[in-house]
């Protein structure tokens, strides 16, 4: 691999915490900090585990092989199952609905940089190197001169220009305005292969933007020849035009199914030879009993069996499941919407009465798949991320189950009327919760829980589950007060903070385009986010700056952590072996985030053949 120059600033304990680190592990003085996190990673040192009993049977059982629902040959092919697919024509990630999540496009999306939670080691890729000169106001960036994209053309300093001050300019757009408006002056291309960025205000940060580690990159490069011409909030980039070891061959409506076929005039295939031909990513039954049976049967390899139908087949015996443990960085959260059009809702004493009214421990216990702690903070609870909390704060704003409390609140601030409905400015409440996950989902599950206990107290709520493309729209304009989803975002607290700041809270029913979209609005936090936009937060003047942040998101909550989060992966043997596993992670094992390429230049094929 080329290998980058030590970087300035730069250690996994924070991209892996600005995305959940940011000090790569190039140079070998971090490894030891990485060791927790990576541990709680894998689950070796983790705080839960779903891996079978020592005496589990032994693994004698016979698979009977199915016929996989595929166009395309099933020994060449790796199969997975994924979500309710509603969007088959557009790959424009930009924009709200505009590309199907988990469809494989992140098999065609490369990032400059890939950062591995399994090993810690951050691998240069489109870039090879970028580094910063000594006051942090220019920022090079130096691309391999091997990369093109998938239809030829070269992809270099060029593109990255074109992206960036795109994006700049256009807040509307997911992955626009922020920290490229807030910091970026001009993008000099230097040579074909050399792009400089130039400042507006020192910032060890920027690079961050460009690195996969919690799932994809922040931004990734836009073909300069493809986009130039269009409208970014119209154009559907179908077929896609990336830079990946995958392209689109096809996608199917009425089977729910893409189809991703291995690009011949790939560019990095030197350093990465994917081994199958097809990729195929399609939706899996709403039945559990029926997808788990698909699986059972080897017509999917990568999912479509839940936890309870793993736990049976392991209990008989079955040779070819594999599960394999990974500790999610992002906690199931609670998004509570502030804005005042919301009622309620927008007080902090509201939204404190709801954080009474959860039952963390039982969440974790018997809600999620596998037993997980709760999570207070608004981060993973990697040993890495302790540097972040105040445990003396924790205490003093105390996370508990007590609807005693939630009931206190409520009668000062929605006191009940002559119908005994509680009532806020005049009007009854009634509280809108939304979250993308299926009726048999764990988020659906937390929901509600949350929705029994807000009844005991007073506080009706309707539930809804919506469909990836409506819920997407509906939470990015703020036609919600609860949101039961995931904290999406990486964890130097400074890049959680500033996506809060008040200039990015937009009016409900208008698109959030990613940031803000609890519409919190408090001026001193604000200022503290600017403060910190400037310095290394493991600096000693970082820290008095970063509790007080904390003590503002303890007294207003704008987001509510529920629990930590533990994915299961499973994978079938039959066709495919090599997967990654709990003894040997050698990287996430999750087929919606990019870094799955890696997973796939590493399984080899059984020479098993589907039947006719």
């Known amino acids: 691999m080329n290998e980058a120059p030590q970087p300035q600033y730069e250690d996994v304990a924070e991209v892996v915490r600005y995305q959940l680190s940011r000090r790569s592990l190039v140079g070998g003085g971090a490894a030891a900090a990485l060791t927790g996190l990576l541990a709680a990673c894998s689950g070796g040192g983790g705080s839960y585990s779903d891996k079978p009993a020592a005496n589990k049977p032994v693994a004698t059982k016979s698979i009977q092989i199915g016929k996989a629902n595929i166009p395309v040959p099933r020994d060449q092919s790796v199969v997975v199952g994924q979500v309710e697919y509603t969007v088959f024509d557009s790959f424009n990630g930009m924009i709200p609905n505009g590309s199907p999540g988990g469809a494989g496009v992140e098999l065609t999306t490369e990032p400059l ?30 691309f391999d001169p091997k990369a093109h994209w998938n239809d030829g053309q070269p992809l270099g300093a060029k593109d990255f220009r074109f992206t960036v001050l795109l994006l700049k300019d256009r807040p509307d757009l997911f992955g626009g305005g922020g920290e490229l408006k807030e910091f970026v002056k001009e993008v000099v291309v230097v040579d074909e292969h050399t792009a400089l960025v130039k400042l507006l205000k020192p910032t060890p940060r920027l690079h961050y933007n460009f690195i996969a580690a919690i799932a994809g990159a922040p931004i990734n490069l836009m073909p300069e020849h493809i986009w130039k011409s269009q409208d970014p909030t119209k154009y559907k980039d179908n077929p896609p035009v990336r830079s990946g070891p995958y392209k689109l061959k096809q996608a199917i409506r009425n089977q729910k199914m893409f189809i991703w076929e291995k690009d011949p005039n790939y560019w990095n295939k030197d350093k990465l030879d994917v081994k199958p031909q097809y990729v195929v990513f399609q939706s899996t039954s709403k039945q559990a009993d029926q997808a788990s049976l698909a699986f059972e049967r080897a017509e999917f390899d990568v999912g479509s069996i839940d936890e309870q139908h793993a736990k049976q087949l392991r209990n008989t015996g079955y040779p070819n499941l594999v599960t394999t443990q990974f500790h999610d960085p992002n906690p199931r959260v609670m998004w509570l919407n502030c804005d005042p059009a919301r009622g309620v809702i927008s007080e902090p004493k509201m939204r404190w009465a709801i954080n009474y009214c959860l039952d963390r421990e039982k969440i974790g ?96 709520a309707t539930l809804r589950s919506l469909s990836g493309s409506v819920h997407g729209e509906k939470f990015e304009r703020g036609e919600y007060d609860i949101d039961a989803s995931w904290a999406g975002f990486a964890v130097d607290p400074e890049q959680l903070y500033s996506d809060w700041t008040s200039d990015r809270a937009q009016p409900v029913g208008k698109n959030a385009a990613g940031k803000n979209k609890m519409r919190f609005r408090n001026a001193k936090f604000d200022a503290l986010s600017r403060q910190l936009s400037g310095i290394d937060p493991s600096s000693p003047e970082a820290k008095p700056l970063l509790d007080q942040a904390l003590e503002i998101y303890f007294q207003e909550l704008p987001m509510l952590s529920v629990i930590q989060t533990g994915y299961p992966s499973y994978f079938h043997t039959a066709f495919w072996t090599g997967w990654p596993t709990d003894d040997d992670l050698y990287e996430v094992p999750l087929n919606w985030w990019p870094h799955f390429i890696f997973v796939l230049g590493k399984i080899k094929p059984t020479g098993q053949k589907g039947p006719a």
């Open 113 to 142: 940089f890939f950062l591995s939670f399994a090993t810690g080691k951050l691998t240069p890729w489109l870039a090879t190197e970028y580094k910063y000169n000594d006051n942090h106001t220019e920022l090079t960036l130096k």
């Open 365 to 460: 216990k018997s809600i999620w798949p596998v037993e997980v702690p709760p999570a207070i903070y608004p981060w993973a609870d990697y040993p890495n991320n302790d540097v972040w909390k105040n445990d003396e704060l924790a205490n003093k704003y105390k996370f508990e189950f007590n609807p005693q409390k939630a009931v206190e609140i409520l009668d000062e601030i929605a006191p009940k009327n002559a119908a005994g409905k509680r009532t806020y400015k005049g009007k009854e409440i009634n509280l809108e919760i939304i979250t993308p996950s299926p009726v048999d989902g764990g988020e659906y599950a937390i929901a509600n829980v949350l929705k029994t206990e807000l009844a005991k107290v007073g506080v009706p």
